[in-house]
């Protein structure tokens, strides 16, 4: 038989009787009252404990640990919202309680769609293999007039960025148009020559996401930009795994926070941004770095990137993109961090730099040629990267 097993950090008065409860409680519902019959025919569906730890006794007296509980994978739909109800429904109200880590069986993750594209395919889309990509995000977008949009765009575009992402919060879009702007922002991108990703916001009731996001492809959508955790992963599950989406989808982790901040409630950051992301089938995705100002503990941080990129069967690897913070003089450490796949995403990085958007390109990939050179920042003769240096410093590994 096959097993979804899933690790818990939790406490009670016998760690080992609470696993036990739960394997029971989240299947079958109960079990030594049963009468034979029914016990066979159950039989299958019986979670069952697969251990616990203790890490240390509470004041009041109770074991706090991790325990770990295998659930059949034949009590499951091949779909996130059945995996998180069956392993976290009712138990996430059931006081101190965390969803730490998932393992799946291969058979269970090749029913999903994962990422369409991966890392592989995003590198083929903007014929770049040989460095990190660099992403910059519209900042000030809500209110503003198309003509703005589409000239910052084009200055970011100017500074040599690899994608340009909207602002998660961009709703109220009268101004700039949903397809509107993707067809002005596609006119930039045709006359400068080069092979640039833009990531514009899909919003909208959710029954309405998949043919918004067929409209926006066949108006010139590259790529397209979903807040997961507000519409359901089952969303990003439905897009991804469409035939008529061929763009990459690139995931923001809005509301994330509300989930893994707790250190004794919810889920653990790496398992909700890294590993289910990627299941649910988003190429890119957007989580904390560990530097910026709602930091990752870093160990978090790299968890993330992991289990994006780590082999896993039947599943593309998905682009880490560390957020938040960013700006030239941490790419050295952002290198040494999370290495060649993943992209160098700024915000403020590149808009507040002295010589614009413009300077603030160029000074991120002046950056990060040097880091692939083996030169220090410091000894770069590039000035855009040395205004930036003058303003930000520099962040050593």
């Not at 069952?48 to 659930?71: F, H, M, N, P, Q």
């Not at 198309?146 to 040599?160: I, M, N, P, T, Y």
């Not at 340009?164 to 930039?188: G, S, T």
Request: a negative charge.
């Amino acid at each position: 038989m096959s097993y979804i097993t899933v690790t818990y950090l939790t406490e009670a008065k016998n760690l080992e009787q609470k696993a036990e409860a739960i394997a029971v409680g989240m299947t079958v519902g109960s079990w030594t009252d049963l009468p034979a019959a029914k016990q066979e025919k159950l039989q299958k569906h019986l979670g069952r404990s697969a251990g616990a730890t203790v890490l240390e006794k509470t004041e009041s007296g109770l074991e706090r640990g991790l325990i770990k509980v295998d659930y059949p994978v034949v009590n499951f739909t091949y779909d996130i919202p059945s995996l998180l109800t069956n392993v976290f429904g009712k138990i996430s109200m059931d006081g101190k309680i965390r969803l730490m880590d998932i393992e799946f069986p291969d058979a269970f993750t090749q029913a999903f769609p994962g990422p369409k594209f991966g890392i592989a395919g995003v590198r083929e889309k903007l014929n770049v293999h040989d460095r990190p990509l660099f992403m910059s995000i519209f900042k000030s977008c809500i209110g503003l007039p198309q003509q703005e949009l589409v000239d910052q765009f084009r200055l970011q575009v100017e500074g040599g960025v690899d994608l340009v992402k909207d602002d998660e919060i961009f709703f109220a879009d009268e101004h700039a148009p949903f397809l509107e702007r993707i067809q002005a922002c596609k006119d930039v991108i045709e006359a400068s020559g080069r092979q640039v990703l833009y990531a514009a916001n899909l919003t909208g009731p959710v029954t309405e996401l998949v043919d918004r996001a067929k409209r926006a492809i066949e108006n010139g959508a590259n790529c397209l930009l979903l807040n997961v955790l507000p519409y359901g992963f089952d969303i990003l599950t439905q897009l991804s795994s469409d035939p008529d989406v061929t763009v990459p989808i690139m995931a923001h982790p809005a509301m994330a926070g509300a989930l893994y901040q707790s250190s004794t409630y919810g889920i653990t950051s790496p398992l909700l941004l890294g590993k289910l992301m990627r299941l649910a089938g988003a190429d890119i995705v957007l989580f904390p770095s560990p530097y910026g100002s709602v930091a990752l503990p870093k160990q978090e941080a790299l968890d993330i990137a992991r289990y994006l990129v780590e082999e896993q069967a039947g599943l593309r690897a998905a682009f880490p993109v560390p957020s938040a913070g960013i700006h030239p003089g941490m790419v050295p450490l952002l290198y040494k961090d999370f290495g060649m796949d993943h992209i160098v995403n700024a915000g403020g990085g590149i808009h507040g730099h002295p010589g614009g958007p413009v300077g603030g390109g160029r000074a991120f990939r002046a950056a990060i040629d040097a880091v692939l050179q083996g030169i220090s920042l410091e000894d770069s003769v590039d000035p855009n990267l040395q205004s930036a240096i003058e303003k930000w410093g520099i962040v050593k590994p």
